[in-house]
């Protein structure tokens, strides 16, 4: 059994992971079992004898480790020695050189903690270890075999029922560069003796990456991927892959893991457009920004919606009425009628005129009639460009018009002398310079921004009523607000307001100045495209990680070596390899017609739960926002086990689930966590004090762990007075580094996504009652926790959480 020898790393999460209490077999630190022994009990001295040949075998592995780096420096260094000028070639092969081995030795540095976690053996006694890298000897045989390798799989996948040729697991666990302790898993006849066929793998692993106190970020979990996840991480890129999965089946750390593996199988069609991870806020992103750099991945962008517009960067101060109006897919036809809106023509019976030439022997009144500005209008239009570059044709068709009937007029009044193309030509581009002929095109086809499109929309009753004919006039009123004027700041954008401003973005094109239209920009790039690629041809570069298209942006002068992450941030346009999408379920229409154009090749992976939507538009089904767009190309796998929500807690949230929706299931808790739930009344009158009485009692409980207080929106302001100048006491609020802080004061839609040890729950009445949605949010709230959960309140307690132990 050899290994087989792979480069790169992996990305890691606090998983959510779990197991049935017995439902594997496997050895912890006092019971060791020789995998093929069928259980019997090794002596002391054979579990010590075991761990030294492990860490003598991990040793090697480091030494290793530490040459490769010391090789990747080296040549790293030499590469910056070299000349910087040389030819166009030599460049380029310096540069690509400079990305091949700054990837490799970012990724032999990620790669220091937990390098080998395991290792498999067949029948016949052949081992291959498993790590977070491959690596070989001198002689080019594999030494560690990477977690992504398709070698490695039966380490995630083998059961006693199917163990697929693997007669033995080992499961290490590591302090440092030192191997602490291991868990064999055996897949003997007497190991399947009474129990299920279907059970996970490395149970104690599972169980210590549980029951550790949570740290505020994302951790890694790589060593203990179970089955049913490696099913959902090894899945095809092509097409859409939906992973629905309820509270702490690991769907984050799934979708982690999976941008990983299909960096590692396909990179050379990912690393050029990379991978974009969605994610439901900022606090969010941050708790998971160190999983994939830890495993040497740079070319995956993280970002949530409200990010995804340059320059601008949401806010979630958007009222649920507002928020609900601007999700619907219907505002990408407001929007359009919003803008031609703005495109003025005059009435049939009352023309406009206009003056050109003042001061000066020319100066003509001109008589501009309603079907002149149609002509125009009509002649913009069949550009088929966005509203701004279509507008030279609008101009030109104007100006051309209006400077023959000038040569017209004029060879009258001279009594018949007539003028020739060349002159008509001149006076058309004299007539484009007069202030009162620039006055006319802004009436008839104004240059917009995205921003100002909506700013204006946003602030004109009239326009808005225009545009919404099948709007109601509440869902109107929504979205009015105070046009700014020239004092006033400029306009604070919502996440809601992203995949508006993107969508006008599209509608209108780019400014004159900014950049240069699709259509002349691809005939500007093609000759340099097609130079780039007979250099690459003949400079045999396949080995090479760049392409032609980054080779044309650098003959151009383009910083095209900068990260990948720095270049999409900065293009609206970018379109992406693959797009992942955490907490899917809550994002709205016009959320999903943004990430559709910046993934037009269709791969995504999608992950939420349907029972935990909460946002106004949010979605009821997964084919609300996939039919559209990727009909018949997408499909839908359940993760259906709960690693991370005790046994205790989960009965408690049953209640609330069926008021969610009586169909849904929620997962199988594995473990239980040897705490009961409880509650708490306390008195109306004396709320604050006795919530700060509380928390103080729990903080002094929480023995270096982390917790949330989560509340209805209603209660932030009376959460945070009250709870002020308690020592480690953030509100979400406070920015991406609130989970620092040991308590954090959250939402429930705050709390999407992340875990805590401890999860105090306040007033659930209010939050059932805050939107129709409420029922939802509770779910999420009471859902956490890793530990212990209680629940607070003075109103009186929901019927549905009547299982609540009361202190």
């Not at 070596?561 to 693959?578: I, K, N």
Request: glycine residues 10%.
């Amino acid at each position: 059994m050899v290994p087989t020898s792979s480069s790169s790393s992996s990305p890691s999460s606090e998983l959510e992971p779990g197991l049935e209490p017995d439902s594997v077999v496997s050895a912890g630190a006092g019971n060791g079992t020789n995998p093929g022994d069928g259980g019997a009990q090794p002596s002391d001295g054979w579990r010590a004898g075991e761990l030294r040949a492990e860490n003598e075998y991990v040793g090697k592995l480091y030494d290793r480790l530490e040459a490769q780096r010391e090789l990747a420096t080296a040549r790293l260094r030499e590469i910056h020695l070299q000349d910087k000028g040389g030819t166009i070639q030599s460049r380029m092969e310096r540069d690509t050189l400079e990305i091949h081995h700054t990837r490799r030795l970012s990724e032999l540095y990620a790669a220091e903690y937990g390098l080998c976690f395991g290792r498999i053996e067949n029948a016949d006694g052949e081992r291959r270890y498993i790590g977070r890298i491959a690596l070989a000897d001198d002689d080019h045989e594999p030494l560690l075999t990477d977690w992504r390798a398709s070698a490695a799989e039966p380490f995630y996948r083998a059961t006693p029922a199917a163990p697929g040729g693997v007669a033995g697991r080992r499961h290490l666990r590591s302090k440092g560069r030192t191997i602490v302790d291991f868990d064999d898993d055996a897949f003997g006849v007497s190991a399947l003796e009474g129990r299920d066929s279907s059970e996970l793998s490395g149970e104690t692993a599972l169980l210590a990456s549980l029951t550790a106190a949570r740290t505020g970020r994302m951790g890694d979990i790589v060593s203990t991927i179970q089955a049913e996840q490696d099913r959902v991480i090894r899945s095809e890129l092509g097409g859409v892959l939906v992973v629905q999965g309820g509270p702490g089946t690991g769907k984050t750390v799934v979708a982690l893991h999976r941008a990983a593996y299909l960096l590692y199988t396909h990179r050379d069609r990912l690393a050029k457009r990379g991978v974009l991870v969605i994610g439901p806020n900022t606090t969010f992103l941050r708790y998971i920004d160190q999983v994939l750099p830890a495993l040497g991945e740079s070319e995956v962008v993280l970002s949530s919606i409200g990010a995804l517009y340059p320059g601008v960067t949401g806010t979630d101060t958007e009222t649920p009425e507002a928020a609900a109006v601007k999700g619907d897919v219907r505002m990408a036809g407001v929007l359009a009628a919003g803008l031609d809106g703005l495109r003025q023509l005059p009435e049939p019976e009352e023309p406009w005129t206009i003056t050109v030439g003042r001061r000066s022997p020319y100066e003509e009144e001109l008589l501009i009639s309603r079907a002149l500005c149609e002509r125009a209008h009509a002649a913009a239009r069949r550009t088929g460009e966005p509203h701004n570059p279509a507008r030279p044709a609008l101009v030109e068709r104007l100006s051309s018009e209006l400077a023959l009937r000038i040569a017209r007029d004029r060879g009258a009044r001279d009594q018949g002398a007539s003028m020739d193309l060349d002159a008509v030509v001149d006076l058309a581009d004299a007539l484009v310079v007069e202030p009162e002929f620039r006055a006319l095109t802004d009436r008839l086809w104004p240059l917009l921004s995205p921003e100002q499109l909506l700013t204006t929309l946003f602030g004109s009753p009239e326009l808005l009523a225009m545009a919404m004919p099948d709007f109601t006039e509440a869902e109107r009123a929504a979205l009015l607000r105070e046009h700014p004027g020239p004092d006033q700041a400029a306009a604070v954008w919502t996440t809601a307001d992203v995949p508006l401003l993107d969508e006008a973005a599209e509608l209108l094109g780019a400014l004159p100045g900014s950049t240069t239209s699709r259509r002349a920009e691809a005939a500007a790039e093609a000759a340099e495209l097609e130079f780039a690629k007979i250099v690459l041809d003949d400079f045999g570069v396949g080995l090479v990680e760049m392409d032609a298209q980054m080779l044309a942006r650098q003959y151009r002068g383009e910083e095209s070596l900068r990260p990948l992450a720095e270049r999409a941030a900065e293009d609206r346009t970018w379109g992406f390899g693959h797009v992942i999408v955490d907490e899917a379920q809550e994002l709205s229409p016009m959320d999903w017609r943004l990430l559709a154009r910046r993934c037009p090749g269709r791969s995504m992976t999608i992950v939420g739960d349907l029972a935990q939507t909460g946002a106004p538009a949010g979605l009821s089904s997964w084919g609300e926002a996939l039919d559209e767009y990727t009909a018949g190309r997408w499909r839908t796998v359940e993760l259906t086990v709960n690693y991370r929500t005790p046994a205790e807690i989960m009965r408690i949230t049953e209640g609330v689930l069926r008021a969610v929706d009586p169909a849904l299931t929620a997962p199988s808790a594995v473990r239980s966590g040897g705490l009961r739930p409880w509650s708490l009344r306390i008195p109306e009158s004396d709320r604050g004090a006795a919530l700060r009485t509380a928390v103080e009692k729990e903080i002094a409980a929480l023995d270096g762990g982390r917790m949330a207080v989560i509340h209805a929106p209603a209660c932030a302001v009376e959460l945070v007075d009250g709870l002020a100048g308690l020592d480690g006491v953030a509100a979400f609020t406070d920015g991406p580094s609130a989970l620092d802080s040991p308590v954090v004061l959250m939402t429930a839609a705050q709390a999407k996504g992340l875990e805590f040890d401890a999860v105090l729950v306040v007033e659930p009445a209010e939050i059932l009652a805050a939107h129709t949605r409420g029922a939802n949010d509770l779910y999420v709230a009471l859902t956490r926790a890793t530990r212990s959960l209680g629940v607070i309140h003075s109103r009186e307690l929901p019927e549905m959480l009547a299982g609540l132990d009361p202190r």
